[in-house]
């Protein structure tokens, strides 16, 4: 920023100005603009030679032309002298004295990206797609670490409809430049083309979950279908992982406190909940912050998983439609998001409850099955409720007070044993109940819990998983209809 009002801004903010006005594609506005601060800049080529560009692509060849001339006698040894000469040519359909300014500037800047560029324009322009190729190769030897040339490479070979070409060009692009979406989405479009829809969704699955979500297929064609169900159920696996991975870290970058808020969100809930029941309402005791937090990690593990799996199927619906993944992909993707969050979370837990005196012992061993009864009773609830919202698009306004009624019926701020005895069995009849009772047994009460009901439980919560995974098999390609309706 200038220091006092009658000096000049940095001329590299200054020019933020009209560069707006380029990325619109107003280019009468740009050459405004550039004229302003060509009186404010008069030592600084942009304003003359972008200034150029501009008038160009606006059509205004004439106007260009006069500022070239003054811009060439002010920088006379300025390799946009030439370029802006030889654009304007092209412009006018002057090939001849284009190619004569170009190659000019070919022979005096050799190290120049610009000159193989327009050098390779000017060429296919004219219907000289081997020369501009030949242009477009040197461009990328000149550069390479810069994307442009290699892209427009890749772009010349679908324009001419050179497709197995342009998989070679668009490969190098992935190699070089894996964060660039043209490498895979155009590369896709040349699959397409060749009639190869398989290798066209899989390099779309690999831009949308990261560049080893793919092995190569299998070479042997005489692999078993055992094995091959298998390999299908692996590359699966894997991309559920890395889906929810990938998803995991993007909400990281996007937060100040990156990790932190996996822990800080339930302590601020146990905050909250203690106050407003331990202390407002005197519900608590002396071992109320244990009591609570036992209850209050593993809801809300299930609450995050069932609320966020809701709307996945919806969410997902491009590329559903786009690759033809299972559907059941999307709920399992944000499933796994959740209990990822949860785990540093439970190890919290478990050294706090050792922190307030309740020493770790055998019995903690049976943390084990109870942990896994309630991973099989979320994937069914939610994937239960994922499966239905399709159909009835209204109900994903239930969810929240659906599960806001189960939170109040689980115990989670209150003793079960409260409650009047004969009500008692029909509370522990609800699933997340009876889990939040195993819990605090094992952690408070130093004892195993039930485990002949907790097996039940498990044993139906498996047999509603695999109900579900041939639902959504069956409705496999019913969803990509329902989600557009």
Known sequence: MPSSPNELPPHEQAFEWPYQAVREGNWLEASRRWAVLRKAYPE???????????????????????????????????????????????????????????????????????????????????????????????????????????????????????????????????????????????????????????????????????????????????????????????????????????????????????????????LLHMVVYYVVFGLLLNRGGENYPVYLLTGLIPWMWFTKAVSSSSGSILSGQNLMLQVGLPSIVFPLVTLLQATIKQLPVFVLLLGFVWLQGHDPGSQWWGLLPVIIVQALLTVAFACAVAAVIPFARDLSYLVPTGLMLLMFLSGIFYDYRSISLEWQSLFLMNPMAFLLKCYREIFIDGILPDLITLTWWGFGSAVACLLLMLTYKRLRYVYPRIVLE
Request: charge should be negative; charged fraction near 20%.
């Open 44 to 266: 600084q080529p942009a304003t003359w030679f972008l200034a150029t560009n501009a008038h160009i692509n606006a059509g205004e060849l004439e106007q260009a032309e006069a500022l070239l001339i003054h811009a060439q006698q002010q920088f006379p040894n300025h390799h946009n002298s030439l370029m802006g000469f030889a654009e304007l040519a092209v412009h006018r359909q002057e090939w001849d004295a284009a190619e004569v300014l170009l190659q000019q500037a070919r022979e005096k800047y050799p190290t120049l990206l610009q000159t193989w560029i327009r050098s390779a324009e000017c060429a296919e322009k004219q219907g000289n797609l081997e020369q501009a190729a030949a242009y477009y190769e040197k461009a990328c030897h000149c550069s390479p670490n810069s994307p442009h040339p290699f892209i427009q490479y890749a772009e010349l070979a679908m324009r001419a409809e050179q497709w197995a070409q342009a998989l070679n060009h668009w490969e190098k692009v992935r190699e070089r430049f894996p964060d660039i979406p043209a490498g895979y989405l155009r590369a896709a479009e040349a699959e397409r083309q060749l009639g190869r829809p398989k290798q066209a969704r899989e390099l779309i699955i690999t831009h949308q979950y990261g560049a080893d979500i793919l092995d190569s297929e299998p070479n042997n064609q005489n692999t078993s279908k055992h094995h091959g169900r298998y390999t299908n159920f692996s590359r699966l696996t894997e991309l559920i992982w890395t889906k929810a991975v990938f998803n995991l870290r993007s909400e990281v970058h996007r937060n100040y406190l990156s990790y932190v808020w996996w822990v800080l969100e339930p």
